[in-house]
């Protein structure tokens, strides 16, 4: 029989089994019919018809496990089990799904954050397709003049280059910081972002003497304006400077500096055209800027790099500033161009954050397992509590490899019990800590959805949790003796065996704890400091 229809079957339990009874029912009264035809009377004839048939109880069973995945039934039978089970003793659920949720929520927060600023690829088509330009020594600035150059030389085909401002909103009286973003003309096109209202920046809005216009970033039009269409078209002022909205780039693009949601997007040629820095789009020496590129399908990484070390000499040459001294004007014109992959864009959290972070990982994981040491204690207890019921089961036949895998399924159910509400309290303990990054006038922006990447993790750190805490438990459970167990008084195996290794538990969690302890008094301190850094 197909496998769809048997997973169908599960469902019908009930009306298979009747189908089942009447199919052999048919069966035995046409075998009847035959034999009564053959000289037998109906008696003799019916009881024939059975003997010829077989153990109705063993058919019927090889009939169901050929129409049934029986091993899916054995799991949805296991589940069912277990929820009982946990239903029957609320206080000892409740207290293991919560210790897992805070241990397995405070993984999943410090994971999302970890993926937000050093995984998660840019919300753009084709991320790993996008490059990066360095200099000497891990440089990732450049000056106009050189970027202009890189572009004319056409090395770099699908380029662009953009810088993070902040600009006050207000027209007077107190400031209103917004997060801007200068770019060049090619900047959307060659991310391949689009728009969700009027139109992008383009080309021609990169030229000198622009006319003033600006693209905002679709969070800021749904926090300032509602998502109103009428936005667009209309003025906004920039450091006392009016410039008009020709369009909101699309939801969930925020720009390439991981950390940081740009509000508004404004052509690199308004720096003249504001007057904010008249002279910074010509001079040699200023090191503002951040060069992207996107490799071409036909080009492979190691060839755009053969490619800009060929074209290196002439485009700096052309750029070198004119009034440095002759040493650093030949140091300059020996800086290599070196092209990285960027699909993950720039943070300078990064570089930041990026060891507290993984300290912050490895403690969690200690606050876990200190958690599936309190519920495997919890399991022991319930399994001494529940070794008649143990021993009975044995002593009808239960195997003690399926008695160990229902025990199994009753800690798998409750580590995801707890993951979901761990994921509740994930999103909470983020966005508690991104809220302390932002201290200090330092506003923080990372994207912490619930995306494939922390979802298999949670789901896989919950796998992990009930297969530790639950796997040792459920062996000592199964070694229990029939005899001794079921008898009115004895302690059985298991309260022989759990004393010896519960010691062996608590040994465990105050190893850990003491030295979370520690590690805790020291992150605080480290983080203390970087909050309250310059």
Same mark, same amino acid.
């Given at each position: 029989m197909p496998w769809p229809r048997r997973f169908v079957n599960l469902f019908r339990?009930?009306?298979?089994?009747?189908?089942?009874?009447?199919?052999?029912?048919?069966?035995?009264?046409?075998?009847?019919?035959?034999? #009564?035809?053959?000289?037998?009377?109906?008696?003799?004839?019916?009881?024939?018809?059975?003997?010829?048939?077989?153990?109705?109880?063993? $058919?019927? =069973?090889?009939?169901?496990?050929?129409?049934?995945?029986?091993?899916?039934?054995?799991?949805?039978?296991?589940?069912?089990?277990?929820?009982?089970?946990?239903?029957?003793?609320?206080?000892?659920? $409740?207290?293991?799904? $919560?210790?897992?949720?805070?241990? #397995?929520?405070? *993984?999943?927060?410090?994971? &999302?954050?970890? *993926?937000?600023?050093?995984?998660?690829?840019?919300?753009?088509?084709?991320? =790993? =397709?996008?490059?990066?330009?360095?200099?000497?020594?891990?440089? &990732?600035?450049?000056?106009?003049?050189?970027?202009?150059?890189?572009?004319?030389?056409?090395?770099?085909?699908?380029?662009?280059?953009?810088?993070?401002?902040?600009?006050?909103?207000?027209t007077g009286g107190v400031v209103r910081r917004a997060e801007g973003t200068f770019v060049s003309g090619a900047y959307f096109d060659v991310l391949g972002v689009g728009a969700a209202s009027g139109r992008l920046l383009g080309v021609a809005d990169d030229q000198r003497g622009c006319p003033r216009a600006a693209v905002r970033g679709h969070a800021f039009w749904q926090r300032e304006y509602g998502g109103l269409p009428g936005a667009v078209g209309r003025t906004l002022t920039l450091d006392a400077h009016p410039v008009e909205i020709v369009g909101v780039a699309q939801p969930g693009f925020a720009g390439l500096h991981v950390g940081s949601a740009t509000d508004v997007f404004v052509p690199l040629c308004s720096l003249d055209v504001l007057g904010m820095f008249p002279d910074m789009l010509d001079a040699r020496s200023t090191w503002f800027l951040d060069v992207f590129g996107r490799l071409p399908q036909d080009r492979s990484l190691a060839q755009l790099q053969a490619g800009l070390d060929v074209a290196r000499p002439v485009i700096l040459e052309a750029t070198v500033p004119g009034h440095w001294t002759p040493e650093g004007q030949r140091e300059y014109e020996s800086r290599p161009l070196v092209a990285l992959p960027a699909a993950r864009g720039v943070s300078r959290l990064r570089g930041q954050y990026r060891e507290a972070l993984l300290t912050l990982l490895v403690v969690v994981g200690v606050v876990l397992l200190i958690a599936c040491a309190n519920v495997a204690q919890l399991l022991l207890a319930r399994a001494t509590a529940r070794r008649h019921e143990i021993a009975m089961r044995l002593a009808l036949g239960c195997g003690r490899a399926r008695l160990v895998r229902q025990l199994l399924t009753e800690s798998l159910l409750l580590a995801l019990v707890g993951a979901t509400l761990g994921i509740l309290f994930a999103r909470w303990a983020a966005d508690l800590v991104v809220a302390l990054l932002s201290q200090g006038g330092r506003f923080v922006s990372l994207d912490l959805a619930l995306d494939p990447r922390v979802l298999g993790f949670t789901v896989a750190l919950a796998t992990a949790t009930g297969l530790l805490f639950g796997l040792a438990p459920a062996w000592r459970a199964a070694r229990v003796d029939p005899r001794a167990a079921a008898s009115v008084g004895a302690r059985g195996q298991v309260g022989e065996a759990r004393p010896r290794f519960a010691r062996g538990i608590v040994s465990w969690q105050v190893a850990l704890s003491l030295v979370l302890l520690v590690c805790a008094g020291l992150l605080v301190t480290s983080f203390r400091r970087l909050v309250t850094l310059d």
């Open positions: 339990s009930r009306r298979l089994n009747r189908d089942i009874e009447r199919e052999m029912a048919f069966h035995l009264e046409e075998s009847a019919d035959e034999l #009564i035809e053959g000289g037998l009377s109906e008696e003799e004839a019916r009881r024939e018809a059975r003997l010829r048939l077989g153990n109705p109880m063993s $058919l019927r =069973e090889r009939v169901y496990e050929v129409d049934v995945l029986t091993w899916l039934e054995s799991l949805l039978g296991d589940l069912r089990y277990a929820v009982r089970a946990l239903r029957h003793n609320p206080t000892f659920t $409740l207290v293991a799904v $919560l210790s897992l949720a805070l241990g #397995i929520g405070a *993984n999943t927060a410090i994971f &999302s954050l970890v *993926n937000a600023v050093m995984l998660r690829p840019l919300p753009v088509p084709h991320p =790993e =397709e996008l490059i990066r330009l360095e200099m000497d020594e891990g440089q &990732s600035s450049f000056t106009n003049s050189l970027w202009e150059a890189i572009r004319d030389s056409e090395v770099l085909p699908h380029g662009l280059a953009f810088s993070d401002w902040q600009f006050d909103l207000a």
